[in-house]
Each structure stands twice: as C-alpha cells, then as structure tokens.
C-alpha cells in the first residue's frame, strides 16, 4: 500500500529524516481551525508529514482549506510524475469530504515523461469539494498540456487562474460557474470560439495565442475590469460591457495587421479586406471600442503597425463615461486624425494622457477616415494634459499645435521626459497651450547650441 508519509521523504531518490515532536509547547494550545490555517501555507507533501509530530497532528491535514500540489521547482522524470500521481490521489481520497476546501494550487515544474501528471482528474475533485479559488500554473516547458475539453461546473468557484495551458471550446464556457467573478489567463494557448461568462467581473488575458483563423469573442456583460496585454493571433472581439469601469489594452505581436498594401492599411478605404473584417467576412465590425464604451479608464497602447484600434475608429461609438483616457504611439499619424477622433467621442474626458515611444514612428502615411461626430470637438474638452515621452521631438510639438490650432484649451499640461536634456529626467508643467509651446521652442534652441 502506498504510504502517503514517505513521499516527501523519497521522491528525491534518498530517504529523508522525518521531524519528530519532542514534547508540549505553546502551539498545542491553538485551535485546531488555526493549525489547519498554519499548515495550508505549505506543500501538501510537507503538510501531510506534520502527522508524526503528535497523536493531535495525525489528521489535521486531512481538513486544510488550502491544498498546495507542487513538485517544487523540480524537474520531473517518468519516476516523479508516477510518485506524485499516486501521492495527489491518495492525498484527495483520505482528506477529510465534509471539510471545505477554499483554495487548490497546482504548481508544476517541468516534466519530461511519457506519463503527465493527472491535472484534469485534481481540477475535477477540487471542483467536487467546492473549491472557491482553483489555480493551475504548470511549467513554459509544457505549454502543450491539454486541459480536458469540457465545461467546468461549480457553484461555488469564484476565481480560476490558469497559466501555460492549452484551452478549448467548452473549458471557456463558464454559463456552469455562476459566481466565478474573475479569471486570469496567462500564456496559454486558446483554441476558443468564445470566452462567456455572466458572472465575470474581472478578466485578465495576457502573452496567450489565440489560434483560430475566426475572430474569438468575449462575452461578458458583468465585466468590470479588463485587462488584454501582449496577445499572439488575433484580438479578440469584445461584445457590449456596460458595467465596465476600467480597461487596458496593450497590443504588440497580434495578427491585426493590414496587408493590402505594404506599410499601410485598408482602414483608410471603404474596401475592407478580410483581415481588418471582424470575422473574417470582411463585415468590417468594430472589434474593441464598442465593448469599451462604457468605461470610465481606458489604456489603449499599440506598435505603431498594429491596425486595430485606427480601424475600429471607423465606427468609433461615443464614450459617454469616459474620464481618463492613455493612449500610445498608434494616433500619432499624419494629421493626429485617430486623436481628433477620440477627442470627438469623448464629451466628459478629464485627463488625457499620450504615452510615445523612444523612436519616433513616421508621421506620414495613410490618413484615416475616420468617424465623424458633425462637431468639431466633444463640448467639454479635457481639463489636463499629459504628454510622457523618452526624449522631447517633433511629436511633441505636433501635439500642442494641434491641440491649440483646433482652439482645445487645457487648464494643466504636464510633460514628462527621460532624457534629451542637460538635466536628464525632468517633468514640466504649464497651464496653457501657449506657454508650453514657448518653452518647448525655447528648450529646442538651447539643445541645438
């Protein structure tokens, strides 16, 4: 039979002396809850060990209402992954079933074996026991791990945290998980239609590849903070989020890049092209402002050859809430039509903040056709300025005449810069377009001395 105890002591390869308890102490006088607690910071292998320090400990790990699975930060050989299976399983089957179970870890490094560890068949009891936080993070190694295609169903989950992990169709569809209010998706591999969730308050997606050759959704109405940072494939579209309060859209490596013609975009035509359509059709539907237009704080931050967010101004739906908006090296084209756009959807915007690169990005090219309001600008324009910036260009200077040749006034304007002063770091603040220009002219005779 296998013996649970030894576990720790011999996966190794080299039996290990087990602690032994050496008479009363203080902690004895803890309650069992409180011991429990203390034990539930632990690797379950280690916590399952502190039943040979006294007839009192024999079975208090057997209702900790954390379960730590980990191997760690071991690297497992076919040997390993067998001894951890058989250990897990034990550990599942003799804890104590009318113990509630608030969290369960997974945390594995790699494994090199023909045999994988029984993750699905852990997530599935942990389930089970009503766990209320689930949390599998397995090593980069072995991003190629599947979990099992099927809907997870729960009561009582309330957060899932998932990192390189392959992803499926039906593990995405969480309609049986009514109070899971956050999930968090890292390095994963997606192979999804749709993400849906009524429940869902707090979503974060980051460094995952998105596969599939038509546009994912994300369908999560509940949503009150979004964050979709470095994602691989194509971006994901997002459907209405009316309770959204704050987003955050950063954008590098994806697949939304226009090749209609080389160092542009058809987002500038009325011919969409089949990769700036939404779902492959050519539609041309909006793809990420419309389900952020409820927001009250949007980060919207892009490489310069990532077409998304000028494409979706197209359709540009107005930001009624909106009151700090960031917003990255994409809207400094020719004629800052993709700022003038924003500036015209935004009638309550407060802080506008433009975050620049330390290269410039070419100020020519294709000028967007963007969606007009019939309105020069939104009547209530933005109260403060913020201009962030590695080094103090042309880019900068185009902003504040753009800015005051469309008659904008601010009342604080703050820049801030890293180098390409005598002073190195410095941040500058004025409190009208006019002044900022003079001393910018000025800052740009003295660095030509």
């Known amino acids: 039979?296998?013996?649970?105890?030894?576990?720790?002591?011999?996966?190794?390869?080299?039996?290990?002396?087990?602690?032994?308890?050496?008479?009363?102490?203080?902690?004895?006088?803890?309650?069992?809850?409180?011991?429990?607690?203390?034990?539930?910071?632990?690797?379950?292998?280690?916590?399952?060990?502190?039943?040979?320090?006294?007839?009192?400990?024999?079975?208090?790990?057997?209702?900790?209402?954390?379960?730590?699975?980990?191997?760690?930060?071991?690297?497992?050989?076919?040997?390993?992954?067998?001894?951890?299976?058989?250990?897990?399983?034990?550990?599942?089957?003799?804890?104590?079933?009318?113990?509630?179970?608030?969290?369960?870890?997974?945390?594995?490094?790699?494994?090199?074996?023909?045999?994988?560890?029984?993750?699905?068949?852990?997530?599935?009891?942990?389930l089970l026991c009503q766990a209320q936080t689930l949390t599998v993070h397995l090593s980069h190694d072995n991003n190629i791990f599947e979990l099992e295609d099927l809907p997870l169903v729960s009561c009582h989950l309330t957060r899932l945290d998932l990192c390189n992990v392959v992803l499926n169709d039906h593990i995405l569809n969480f309609s049986s998980c009514p109070a899971l209010e956050e999930l968090r998706i890292e390095g994963c591999?997606?192979?999804?239609?749709?993400?849906?969730?009524?429940?869902?308050?707090?979503?974060?997606?980051?460094?995952?590849?998105?596969?599939?050759?038509?546009?994912?959704?994300?369908?999560?109405?509940?949503?009150?903070?979004?964050?979709?940072?470095?994602?691989?494939?194509?971006?994901?579209?997002?459907?209405?989020?009316?309770?959204?309060?704050?987003?955050?859209?950063?954008?590098?490596?994806?697949?939304?890049?226009?090749?209609?013609?080389?160092?542009?975009?058809?987002?500038?035509?009325?011919?969409?092209c089949e990769i700036c359509g939404a779902n492959n059709d050519g539609s041309g539907d909006c793809v990420i402002l419309n389900g952020l237009s409820e927001a009250e704080r949007l980060e919207l931050t892009a490489e310069p050859s990532v077409y998304v967010f000028k494409r979706d101004l197209i359709w540009c739906p107005t930001f009624s809430k909106l009151k700090t908006l960031l917003v990255g090296e994409w809207c400094m084209d020719a004629n800052l039509g993709a700022l003038m756009c924003l500036l015209q959807h935004t009638p309550v915007l407060e802080k506008l903040t433009i975050q620049l690169n330390e290269s410039p990005s070419i100020l020519t090219g294709t000028e967007g056709m963007y969606k007009s309001t019939g309105q020069p600008f939104a009547s209530n324009t933005p109260k403060v300025l913020e201009i962030k910036c590695e080094k103090m260009d042309e880019r900068v200077h185009k902003i504040l005449t753009f800015l005051s040749t469309n008659d904008i006034h601010i009342d604080e304007i703050n820049i801030e810069h890293s180098v390409g002063s005598s002073e190195g770091t410095g941040s500058w603040t004025f409190s009208s377009l006019d002044s900022a220009r003079l001393a910018l002219e000025e800052h740009s005779v003295e660095e030509h001395v």
């Open 1 to 126: 039979m296998f013996n649970i105890m030894n576990y720790q002591a011999t996966v190794s390869g080299k039996r290990r002396p087990v602690p032994v308890a050496s008479g009363g102490n203080r902690i004895d006088a803890l309650p069992d809850e409180v011991l429990q607690h203390v034990l539930s910071f632990l690797p379950a292998a280690q916590a399952v060990q502190t039943c040979v320090l006294a007839r009192r400990w024999r079975g208090l790990w057997k209702s900790m209402p954390i379960l730590r699975i980990t191997s760690e930060g071991r690297t497992l050989n076919r040997q390993g992954v067998r001894k951890l299976n058989k250990f897990v399983n034990h550990l599942l089957l003799l804890r104590d079933r009318i113990a509630s179970l608030h969290t369960c870890e997974v945390e594995l490094s790699t494994f090199r074996s023909q045999d994988v560890p029984e993750v699905n068949l852990w997530i599935r009891h942990a």
């Open 189 to 272: 591999y997606t192979h999804a239609d749709m993400i849906m969730s009524q429940s869902l308050k707090r979503l974060t997606i980051l460094d995952c590849i998105f596969y599939l050759t038509t546009r994912a959704r994300i369908s999560s109405p509940g949503l009150v903070a979004l964050e979709l940072t470095e994602l691989w494939g194509r971006t994901p579209l997002l459907e209405s989020m009316p309770s959204l309060v704050t987003g955050s859209i950063k954008l590098a490596n994806c697949d939304d890049c226009c090749r209609k013609e080389d160092g542009g975009s058809c987002f500038s035509d009325n011919d969409t």
